[in-house]
């Protein structure tokens, strides 16, 4: 049995989170979903993700903040980014915080899906590779 990738997806807006939630499911992906930054930081703390779609803006928390506490407890999460607002300063966050990726909305389900698989791809072969050096 193939194991399913299990992505988390943090986002307050309701339409965009049911959008991304079942682009990804038809895909094959298991998917949890959070409004809220104390609720994403709970789920990440409890369950293994493979990969986190964040966005920037969350009513409770900066997403750049909540990458700063998921980077605390889980360094080999991929985490990419989302925002409606692209700013210079967020961008640069999110690379000073180790972000694996920064999609700006609206995203089409082509780009989600292939930002995903890319890195759930990257991720796998960086550690096949680390198991034969």
Same mark, same amino acid.
């Given at each position: 049995? $193939?194991?399913?990738?299990?992505?988390?997806?943090?986002?307050?807006?309701?339409?965009?989170?049911?959008?991304?939630?079942?682009? /990804?499911?038809?895909? #094959? !992906?298991?998917?949890?979903?959070?409004?809220?930054?104390?609720? =994403?930081?709970?789920?990440?703390?409890?369950?293994?993700? @493979?990969?986190?779609?964040?966005?920037?803006?969350? +009513?409770?928390?900066?997403?750049?903040?909540?990458?700063?506490?998921?980077?605390?407890?889980?360094?080999?999460?991929?985490?990419?980014?989302?925002?409606?607002? +692209?700013? /210079?300063?967020?961008?640069?966050?999110?690379? %000073?915080?180790? =972000?694996? #990726?920064?999609?700006?909305? +609206?995203?089409? %389900?082509?780009?989600?899906?292939? $930002?995903? *698989?890319?890195?759930?791809?990257?991720?796998? *072969?960086?550690?096949? !590779? @680390? $198991?034969?050096?």
């Amino acid at each position: 049995m $193939i194991p399913v990738e299990k992505i988390l997806i943090v986002e307050d807006d309701a339409i965009i989170l049911c959008s991304l939630s079942k682009t /990804l499911e038809s895909h #094959g !992906y298991s998917v949890t979903t959070a409004r809220t930054g104390k609720d =994403a930081l709970e789920k990440v703390q409890t369950s293994f993700y @493979n990969l986190v779609m964040l966005d920037i803006g969350l +009513p409770d928390v900066t997403g750049t903040e909540l990458l700063e506490k998921i980077r605390t407890s889980n360094r080999d999460i991929i985490v990419i980014m989302i925002t409606g607002n +692209p700013d /210079l300063d967020s961008s640069i966050d999110s690379i %000073n915080h180790s =972000a694996d #990726g920064y999609l700006v909305k +609206p995203i089409s %389900n082509k780009d989600i899906v292939d $930002i995903v *698989e890319k890195k759930l791809r990257q991720r796998f *072969e960086s550690k096949v !590779y @680390n $198991i034969f050096i």
